[in-house]
Structures are given as C-alpha cells and as structure tokens.
C-alpha cells in the first residue's frame, strides 16, 4: 500500500516570503499522480497543483510550484511571495495512475501559518 | 458552473442513530467519492462511486454505505452511530476517465457530524 508522509506539522513564513512544505511518499508503482490540496478555515479542500509523475518537467501554478524528485520519492511545495490567503492545512496526496478509481491517499498535512 | 454541494452541513445525532448524507457533483461528473477526516486519522478513504457502481471501497466496517443515483448524486449512510463517528465527511467529484481532468478531484465543503 502507499504512504503518504509530512514531516512539518506546522511551519510559518512572513507575508511575502517564501516557504517550502515537505511530503516524501512510498510506493512500488512506476505511474501515479500527486497532489498539494489546501484546505483554508472554511474546511473546503481546494486544489494548488498537480503533478504526474511521467513529466520531467516540475509544475508551476502562478506562485506555487513544485519540486518532484521521482527517484527519492519526494514531491515538495514552494510558495513564493506568500500572502495571509495562503494561510491553510496543506495535504500532500498520491493517487495511482493503475486501474480507473481515483482513490486518493493524503498525508497528515502541514498547518501554514502566514504572519503579516 | 456549481461546486460539489453536500447537504447537510452540520447535523447532531445520538449513538446508536443512523444518518445520511448527500453529494451532488458537479454537472457531468461521473465519479463521486468520500472521505472522513478526523484529527486523530486524517483523511482517509471511504468508497467511490461511477455509474452507480461501487468501484472501490475503503478499511470501513459495514455500517458505512453508499449509493449513486442515475443522475450522479450520491448518498452515504452510516448506521448505529458510534462517537468515533463524529468527523468531517467530504465528498468529491470528477470527470470520467478518458479526460485530462478525470484525475483530479473536486471536494464540497464537507457535511460536520457530531454524534453524542
């Protein structure tokens, strides 16, 4: 079975600042999906960027971008010129690319605190 | 377009009750799925239905159920509650498989049930 692991329960960045958030995963398949969804005080997960593990090349969304390193397992999140919006539950997820079910498995997610 | 709407938002109920919550995806997604979050488990997987068919199910015993409807909306019932029960419930949906958007789920803002 995968695992999905965060190692920050919490981090804090000062506004406009940058901060990366940590998620390694462990799984024996070769094809699979991850995902950096954040979930604001409202409690509606939102998603920030996905990545497949295929590509090469590491996604970017406007201020979010990621840093995949297929071999070590990790998948990293960067926020540049973090804003208070930013401030969240961040989880980390893996979904496999096998079959059709869109099971997603989540670590146990980093809260991100943004300080004005 | 309209999110994925969960009804109800918020409910009470007693052990020993039963209680049903509902998900209507997004138009035209075909796959719903939901999850329970907890602080002491996190996130964790409870079934997804495509086509009205159960295609995966969570480490849930058999009081959790669900159903899809012909129309996509989808139901999970939870039966003899117990006050582990009590958590946030999410339900997410996505496109069929074959899109580029099949692989990433949208989730509702979750139905809270407290059970006493």
């Known amino acids: 079975a995968q695992t999905v692991t965060q190692s920050q329960p919490e981090m804090s960045v000062q506004e406009a600042e940058t901060v990366t958030l940590s998620c390694t995963y462990d799984t024996s398949e070769s094809d699979y999906y991850l995902f950096w969804y954040k979930q604001p005080p409202s409690r509606q997960m939102i998603l920030v960027i996905r990545q497949e593990a295929y590509k090469q090349q590491n996604a970017t969304e406007n201020r979010f971008s990621v840093n995949f390193q297929k071999a070590a397992k990790s998948f990293s999140l960067k926020i540049s010129d973090s804003q208070l919006g930013d401030a969240a539950m961040y989880f980390c997820?893996?979904?496999?690319?096998?079959?059709?079910?869109?099971?997603?498995?989540f670590g146990s997610g980093t809260q991100l605190t943004v300080l004005p | 377009k309209a999110g994925v709407t969960q009804t109800p938002r918020y409910l009470i109920k007693t052990r020993g009750q039963q209680v049903t919550l509902s998900c209507s995806p997004i138009?035209?997604?075909?796959?719903v799925s939901w999850y329970q979050q907890t602080p002491g488990q996190g996130l964790q997987f409870l079934f997804e239905?495509?086509?009205?068919?159960?295609?995966n199910k969570g480490n849930f015993p058999g009081r959790f159920s669900g159903r899809q409807f012909s129309n996509s909306r989808s139901e999970m019932n939870v039966s003899t509650l117990e006050l582990g029960d009590s958590a946030l419930y999410l339900c997410?949906?996505?496109?069929?498989?074959?899109?580029?958007?099949?692989?990433?789920?949208?989730f509702g803002a979750g139905s809270r049930l407290t059970v006493l």
């Open positions: 997410a949906s996505s496109l069929a498989s074959g899109s580029s958007g099949a692989n990433v789920l949208t």
């Open positions: 997820a893996y979904r496999s690319a096998k079959g059709s079910a869109r099971q997603l498995t």
């Open positions: 138009s035209g997604h075909r796959s």
């Open positions: 239905y495509f086509s009205e068919t159960q295609r």
